[in-house]
RNA sequence: GGCCCUAUGGUCAAGCGGUUAAGACAUCGCCCUUUCACGGCGGUAACGGGGGUUCGAUUCCCCCUAGGGUCACCA
């Protein structure tokens, strides 16, 4: 076999080699230990928690080295390409802070070893494919869909591996004039590589995550070029990241069972290696069962998902650091006020088993990343969402923007603050009884008798007086508790419940629903001091006129 | 089904041959408290099973089991 004249029939218009793109995109020249990474996500248009999961780990790993983070988009399935998607991914990784320093943005592109949307680096990949072909490395084969589709047929009735192989790589050997010929009659055709892997042979390959593992070498004859000459992944990975220069390549777990085949293509093509670094995939309980996270089935772990709860940037970082190393939350306890980039970034502290995703530590890491925060701080994170998800409670709360970093205020500055807040949109659920317009009176008292409940409420308008300070105003709680038969010690009251029928929890139980509705609110007084006279008046009287 | 990965409480997880097997979230109880919270203290709760190796295995090896992943001209 002529391969010298095969590939010259193959690629006419290739006139470039693999020495011409070495030199093109040299060795980066950085310091030692300086790592450059990627993400490389395919614009589906669906960014999900787990892109993020991955992007954090590049961005943590190339930005504390001192080294490079590149975005290169994988659009090699124009069938699955949505429009926009591109601008989606940047837009959604920048609002959660990362920024890449190197590679595709929303205008063009940035760095000298682009371009970094594949589908225009169909000369390069043709390159290379050019050159296994004529080392004899690579192949056209002719076979249709439905001839795959046969040979998967009769293996699976023989029960043995599926797949273009051995005696089943039918066209591996073909001579060239019968290439020629179909070539000439316009047969399309894919680019296969030529394995020469033994299925009893293991390759021991080094994981950052993982350590050593073995696995055995690849005996597909895989596509390497589609039929319209754009790379697979697989060959679109080997090109990309050797001449990106890329030292650490982070994804997701499920690509171990293919690590075979990049193995094989690094090696024939004489590249050297990355660091693989193979995560554990993110998790959900379905049905009593943990599974992969899926874009089909989980909405709900899309990013914009997040955006539209109103999560902090902050917390979801915070999260993904504590479950992505194990010693990050250790540290985050000593260093409670430092900078999450401080803290060292270690790919073998990441765990090995799929993490279930937990909504409930990632509400509690929310609730003390927002207590952290100033009220000024507080109310700029919730008008932002507001002015977004939310424009009638941005115009309220724009409106009233003192009032409302007042009640943002309540209970922050002590040294234990309160921590209400998981959320932007559960911090209007939160304090939405501040405003008029959403103020709900509620009339259930839960156990509470109705006329204890008039009785005490009509004290309590007629002896309020609002210039009262706190202590004064307590006092009165007090006196109005006593004359309704209860008791102002509620440590006597719990002893003995029947000897009191209720007490001073009771009275300012009825206070606080009358006042915002809702049996879990701040202070009262505190309360009372921001509504204003008036409406405090109002709301009692409501709810003494709804019983 | 083949191959690969994984395996400590409900969840996230320390541990890396000898420990009373940490810690966090969740949960429960108590305390603090004028309410709601915050907070403090304490409780319940784990090494999947079987073989080895060893004086000694949660830790090392093998098998089983379970869960997950993957077997495309998708990434």
């Known amino acids: 076999m002529d391969n010298k004249k095969l590939a010259g029939l193959l690629f006419p218009n290739i006139d470039k080699t693999p020495e011409y793109y070495e030199e093109k995109y040299p060795e980066r020249g950085l310091e030692k230990g300086a790592m450059v990474t990627r993400l490389a996500p395919s614009p589906t248009g669906f960014i ?79 390159a290379f494919a050019k050159y296994l072909v004529e ?37 591996r050997d073909m001579p060239l004039e019968e290439i020629e010929k179909n070539l000439a009659e316009g047969k399309e055709y894919v680019l296969r590589f030529r394995s020469e892997g033994k299925k009893d042979n293991y390759v021991k390959v080094l994981d950052g995550i993982r350590g050593e593992i073995e696995v055995p070498e690849n005996i597909q004859d895989v596509v390497i070029l589609k039929s319209d000459g ?77 955006r539209q709860e109103g999560y902090t940037v902050d917390a979801v970082w915070e999260y993904l650091l504590t479950i992505l190393n194990s ?19 270690t790919t073998d502290k990441m765990t090995k088993s799929g993490t279930l995703f937990d909504i409930m530590k990632l509400n509690n890491i929310s609730k003390d990343v927002i207590a952290k925060m100033t009220a000024e701080q507080v109310y700029e994170g919730l008008s932002g969402w507001a002015k977004e998800y939310d424009e009638g409670f941005h115009d309220v709360i724009s409106r009233a923007e003192d009032k409302t970093i007042k009640i943002l205020n309540m209970g922050r500055n002590a040294k234990k603050p309160r921590k209400d807040i998981v959320t932007w949109s559960q911090c209007k659920e939160f304090i939405k009884y501040f405003y008029n317009e959403y103020f709900e009176v509620l009339d259930e008292y839960p156990g509470i008798p109705q ?80 509504l204003g006279k008036e409406d405090t008046m109002k709301r009692m009287q409501d709810a003494l006129n709804k019983l």
Request: hydrophobic share 30%; proline share 3%.
């Open 230 to 306: 754009i790379p697979t992944y697989h060959f679109a990975h080997a090109i990309d990241d050797h001449l990106m220069r890329v030292t650490h390549v982070v994804r997701a777990e499920e690509w171990l069972s293919t690590l075979p085949i990049h193995v094989q293509l690094f090696d024939a093509l004489g590249f050297d290696k990355p660091l693989y670094c193979h995560t554990a995939q993110l998790m959900k309980v379905d049905n009593g069962n943990k599974r992969k996270l899926s874009k089909r089935k989980d909405p709900e772990l899309g990013l914009d998902y997040y």
């Open 135 to 171: 080392q004899g490395k690579a192949y056209p084969c002719f076979c249709t869909e439905q001839d795959l589709e046969d040979i998967r047929e009769q293996q699976k009735e023989a029960k043995i591996d599926f797949g273009y192989y051995g005696e089943w790589a039918k066209h």
């Open 48 to 126: 999900h928690l787990g892109n993020l999961f991955g992007a954090v780990v590049d961005e943590r790993l190339a930005s504390q080295s001192g080294g490079v983070f590149i975005l290169r988009i994988e659009d090699t399935d124009a069938k699955r390409e949505v429009e926009g998607a591109v601008e989606l991914t940047i837009s959604t990784m920048k609002h959660f802070g990362i920024e890449f320093t190197e590679g595709a943005t929303s205008e063009g592109e940035t760095g000298e070893y682009g371009p970094y949307r594949q589908r225009q680096r169909k000369d390069i990949y043709q």
């Open 327 to 345: 010693n990050y939350e250790a540290w985050r306890d000593k260093n409670p006020d430092a900078d999450r980039r401080e803290f060292k970034f």
């Open 451 to 530: 006329d204890k409940i008039k009785k005490i409420l009509t004290e309590y308008i007629d002896t309020y007086n609002h210039a009262d300070e706190k202590n004064d105003w307590f006092e009165k709680v007090k006196v109005i508790t006593e004359s309704a038969g209860y008791t102002t010690n509620t440590k006597e009251y719990k002893e003995d419940p029947e000897k009191f029928g209720g007490s001073i929890i009771e009275v300012t139980t009825i206070i606080r629903i009358a006042l915002t509705g809702k049996a879990n609110a701040p202070d009262i007084w505190e309360i009372q001091q921001i």
